[in-house]
Nanobody, 120 residues
Framework: QVQLVESGGGLVQAGGSLRLSCAASGRTLSMGWFRQAPGKEREFVAAIGKGGGTTDYTDSVKGRFTISRDNGENTMYLQMNSLKPEDTAVYYC????????????????WGQGTQVTVSS
């Protein structure tokens, strides 16, 4: 298992930006971001392959969020622009030890989450 620690959440006004970071304790294959809003199930947000060249996004964040990674630092990022109140959630990073390709389901390790709140 690899340990994951998220940071960068906070309170921002609608239209603003935040950058989330996820530091891993070791090497990972594909990685991803998920979020869970109050009263809702956790949902997929974005994923990135091991090499960083392939990405996948849920439709609601396409064109606004950008996922990236620095394998030398074992860190993944989520740049969130044009934030909307409906983006408010706890954001979790996840790491796969099973596949180097982008995946929406094959994750083995999870972080503790970081709160993102977007005010209208």
């Amino acid at each position: 298992q690899v340990q994951l620690v998220e940071s960068g959440g906070g309170l921002v006004q609608a239209g603003g930006s935040l950058r989330l970071s996820c530091a891993a304790s070791g090497r990972t294959l594909s990685m991803g971001w998920f979020r869970q809003a109050p009263g809702k199930e956790r949902e997929f947000v974005a994923a990135i392959g091991k090499g960083g060249g392939t990405t996948d996004y849920t439709d609601s964040v396409k064109g606004r969020f950008t996922i990236s990674r620095d394998n030398g630092e074992n860190t993944m990022y989520l740049q969130m622009n044009s934030l909307k109140p409906e983006d408010t959630a706890v954001y979790y990073c996840a790491a796969s030890l099973r596949t180097r390709f982008t995946t929406r389901t094959a994750y083995d390790s999870w972080g503790q989450g970081t709160q993102v709140t977007v005010s209208s």
